[in-house]
């Protein structure tokens, strides 16, 4: 996992690319009406696709309003397939946690924003607050890991 919490996962396929391929297109062709996978996203010819969870955070199009998003490829290495997939959080979460870091820092700095609370109560919501979006950015990239696991019948 990196500063930006993208983590990057491979599995080993005893298939070849060809079937792996057409497992993925079954998945990404699903309709959205269809309920037993939250998972949805494209395929390209090339092996490259993207998937995200079916529900949103948000309704708006300016933002990215999918929890967490998973980009990947499948790799033909001999007689294997090698599904390369990279998972990371909503940016918006990575963005507040980090402007949360950056309170609890200037904070810690005694720089002067509010005085409703006192600087131990500042403190501790800081904490809860840049805690409750680590645990939530991380649920979100696992879920979606798991799910996409699950659907292609894999592991890691």
Do not use: C, W
């Not at 990404?28 to 996203?41: C, N």
């Not at 800081?126 to 680590?134: K, W």
Request: glycine share 4%; proline share 2%.
């Amino acid at each position: 996992m990196n500063i930006f919490f993208h983590r990057i996962h491979k599995y080993f396929i005893g298939l070849p690319k060809e079937q792996v391929h057409q497992k993925l297109k079954h998945v990404t062709t699903r309709r959205f009406e269809d309920y037993s996978i939250d998972v949805i996203g494209s395929l390209k010819e090339d092996g490259s696709f993207m998937l995200t969870n079916k529900f949103g955070i948000t309704k708006t199009k300016l933002v990215e309003n999918r929890r967490a998003y998973m980009r990947g490829s499948l790799v033909q290495k001999n007689e294997k397939t090698v599904v390369e997939v990279n998972t990371r959080p909503n940016i918006i979460l990575i963005v507040l946690f980090y402007l949360t870091i950056a309170l609890f820092i200037l904070e810690l700095l005694n720089f002067p924003f509010y005085s409703y609370a006192t600087k131990a109560m500042r403190i501790g919501l800081l904490l809860i607050i840049s805690l409750v979006l680590v645990t939530l950015m991380i649920f979100f990239t696992e879920q979606l890991k798991n799910r996409f696991e699950r659907v292609m019948q894999l592991k890691g």
